[in-house]
């Protein structure tokens, strides 16, 4: 995930962290407050994951955040066209 789109989706994405990453603290959550590295760093220490896995786990929740994002987007009523009628 971009590390701009995390930070700014931060506050909304840490609830669904949470049900994810139930070992991670709400100091961490502050510590990290939507830096990608910092994140991956706190599940390598909560959870014992390599840098790699770590790096997999975060990319994945991104993954699935952003499928979420789209489809929402796509589930949106979009707007009429106005129709051009001669004056």
Known sequence: MNTDVLQGKWK???GSL???WGQLTDSDYEEIAGNKD???GRLQQRYGYA???AE???QAKGKSEKEIAEARQQAKPKPKAQSATPA
Do not use: F, S
């Open 51 to 53: 840098r790699e896995q």
């Open 12 to 14: 909304e994405l840490k």
């Open 56 to 58: 997999k786990e975060a």
């Open 38 to 40: 910092k994140l991956v």
């Open 18 to 20: 949470r049900q994810r």
